[in-house]
């Protein structure tokens, strides 16, 4: 079983920058396809961005495409946040998927089995 530990969120004004990352511990990291989602107050946690075991394929909601990068080393995953905006305001979870495949994207809820405990972005306008 894998824990998950999530860190670097903050405040920011519109346009500025964040990087997330989330640390892995209590189990083989590469075993896990993993993904980041975000909750903002009132609505349903949804999905972000998506790297595979091998970190050879990523996916993006279109909300966030062409100004996140998801990247993955040893035991951590990371969301780089550019060009930031008010709407992107929420808690940000990672969350791992246990993947047959090094090369599956996972960008379903419901298929992450373990998540970190979230953390914080606001960005101010």
């Known amino acids: 079983q894998v824990q998950l530990v999530d860190a670097g969120g903050g405040l920011v004004q519109a346009g500025g920058s964040l990087r997330l990352s989330c640390t892995a511990s209590g189990g083989t990291f590469s075993m896990y396809a993993m993904g980041w989602f975000r909750q903002a107050p009132g609505k349903e946690r949804e999905f972000a961005a998506a790297i595979s075991r091998n970190g050879g394929r990523t996916y993006y909601a279109d909300s966030v495409k062409g100004r996140f990068t998801i990247s993955r080393d040893k035991n951590t995953v990371s969301l780089q946040m550019n060009s930031l905006k008010p709407e992107d305001t929420a808690v940000y979870y990672c969350?791992?998927?246990?993947?047959?495949?090094?090369?599956?994207?996972?960008?379903?809820?419901?298929?992450?089995?373990?998540w970190g405990q979230g953390t914080q972005v606001t960005v101010s306008s």
């Open positions: 969350a791992a998927s246990i993947a047959l495949g090094v090369r599956d994207i996972v960008t379903t809820r419901g298929a992450y089995n373990y």
